[in-house]
């Protein structure tokens, strides 16, 4: 499925085609999301080949995404406010209960509605360069693509509050710090460790996949009680499967990873 815009891109990684690799390409204007990419980003993640197992999403040039493209804005009237924030949620909807877990590899500004974006998606990688803000406060305007649901869940109400009340800018070990991405990387490498990390996903039983995607965040929102009710149908199902027998076998024949401490960070230069 090739996106209907020059500035989507999708492009399949991996031997067996498993990681899809969509690029925002307006670099011109920040990768700033106008209606034709939101549209485009919806139809691409509702598409995704049948071999895609884990995408990834990034932006070309020196920034993620600018957000919002600010020049759709002026004209619209309130009824159809609610409508084009409606079809953000839609859009940003299928990025995060769609088929396959995604990784944001983000750079330079992650901004507005490019950090509504980046919260759909299951993992975020940041570069160096990243920084993040909501523009929207002093914009005089709100979020409008589910950034008031997703962002708190990742840093807190008052956080976000505070980057819209003041129009506070997080740098990316900041970002990092607070929550808005789960790993910081030198500049230049976001892109590389997304793709390294999507291939390990891909290669995930797809039952762990699929109650990573589908369970952990409806546990999240239901009491504990029905929370711990559903995390054991959720265990019964994964583990009932073939796939799961296979792969707790070949570890007790003692021909699977063991869990291992990951390398120390390298020194820094003299
Ligand atoms: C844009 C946009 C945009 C850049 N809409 N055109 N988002 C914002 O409020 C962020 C606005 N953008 C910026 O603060 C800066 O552009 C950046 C920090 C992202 C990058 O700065 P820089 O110096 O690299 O680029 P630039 O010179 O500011 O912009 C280059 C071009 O991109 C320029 O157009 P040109 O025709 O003069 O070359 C800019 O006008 C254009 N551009 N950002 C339209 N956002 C679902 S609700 C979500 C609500 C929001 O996201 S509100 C937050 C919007």
Not at 143 to 148: A, D, N, P, T
Not at 169 to 181: F, H, K, M, S, T
Request: neutral net charge; proline residues 7%.
């Amino acid at each position: 499925m090739t996106p209907k815009t020059p500035h989507l891109l999708l492009q399949l990684h991996g031997v067996q085609q498993q990681i899809a690799v969509i690029t925002l390409n307006r670099p011109a204007k920040r990768n700033a999301l106008n209606d034709a990419l939101i549209l485009a980003l919806r139809d691409c993640f509702q598409n995704l080949p049948s071999s895609v197992r884990a995408a990834v999403v990034h932006g070309n040039g020196d920034h993620f995404c600018a957000g919002l493209d600010l020049s759709e804005l002026s004209e619209r009237d309130a009824s159809e406010g609610v409508l084009h924030s409606r079809m953000w949620h839609q859009a940003l909807d299928c990025v995060e209960k769609g088929s396959v877990p995604v990784v944001a590899a983000l750079h330079g500004a992650v901004v507005g509605g490019g950090l509504e974006l980046a919260s759909a998606c299951h993992i975020r990688v940041a570069d160096n360069s990243a920084f993040y803000a909501l523009p929207e406060g002093t914009r005089g305007i709100f979020v409008g693509g589910g950034g008031s649901v997703r962002v708190p869940k990742l840093i807190g109400a008052a956080r976000m509050a505070d980057m819209m009340f003041t129009g506070r800018v997080y740098n990316a070990p900041d970002g990092e710090r607070i929550g808005l991405a789960q790993y910081l990387v030198p500049e230049g490498s976001a892109l590389d460790k997304a793709i390294e990390l999507a291939t390990c996903i891909a290669d995930n039983a797809p039952m762990t996949n699929y109650a990573l995607m589908q369970a952990l965040p409806r546990i999240a929102e239901q009491p504990a009680d029905h929370g711990l009710f559903t995390e054991a149908l959720m265990a019964a199902v994964s583990q009932s499967t073939p796939e799961a027998k296979a792969r707790v076998r070949a570890f007790l024949e003692g021909k699977a990873k063991k869990v291992s401490t990951p390398a120390p960070p390298a020194a820094p230069p003299p």
